[in-house]
């Protein structure tokens, strides 16, 4: 008899023992990124050149194809008669990891600060919702580093029309590259 409950006591223990695999010893697959960008922008009113300037990013991914992503941008220099342009923007990604590639397209919203171009409308600023669609491609150069190129598409729907004329809105387009850090997580 002690022997039967010494063998069934091994078998069930050694089945508990082997549910033990690696991935639930190390927790998920969510990670935490942050990382610091340069963007170029056609900020789409009356511009000859684009406005470019830093911005920060902040990525949580849920698992290795969905995730949330909020960016904060600031385009101060090289504004046509002094204009600027400042994004806040938060929304949610699909990302689809090849090697050391990760490919994501993103819908972001949120709101648009704008100080306008002065000879054309006397320096008025204002600030908008906006959506906004776009891609980025990431390299992973380190265990926790990587490096990333983005392109975004923005649309605000309420912006003001040229000269008192009707409002059909903006839609600011531009480039961004930079570098993130990986602070939580394993992916």
Do not use: C
Not at 3 to 31: C, D, H, R, T, W
Not at 37 to 59: A, C, K
Not at 63 to 86: M, P
Not at 94 to 103: E, L
Request: hydrophobic share 35%; aromatic share 16%; charged share 15%.
């Amino acid at each position: 008899m002690l022997k039967k409950l010494f063998l069934i006591s091994l078998l069930l223990g050694s089945g508990a023992a082997y549910a033990q695999i690696a991935p639930s010893v190390e927790g998920g697959n969510s990670s935490l990124w942050v990382g610091g960008e340069f963007g170029s922008f056609n900020s789409d009113y009356l511009t000859r050149s684009r406005i470019i300037g830093p911005g920060v990013n902040v990525d949580y991914n849920f698992n290795r194809y969905f995730g949330a992503l909020g960016e904060a941008r600031w385009l101060h220099w090289n504004g046509t008669d002094s204009q600027t342009q400042s994004d806040y923007l938060a929304g949610g990604k699909g990302s689809y990891p090849y090697h050391r590639f990760t490919f994501t397209a993103k819908f972001l919203f949120g709101g648009v600060w704008v100080k306008f171009p002065v000879k054309a409308t006397g320096g008025a600023t204002g600030s908008y919702f906006a959506y906004a669609i776009g891609g980025n491609v990431d390299y992973r150069v380190a265990r926790r580093w990587s490096v990333r190129g983005g392109y975004e598409y923005q649309i605000l729907p309420s912006a003001p029309g040229l000269h008192n004329g009707p409002s059909n809105g903006m839609t600011p387009s531009g480039f961004t590259a930079g570098v993130n850090y990986r602070i939580l997580g394993v992916r």
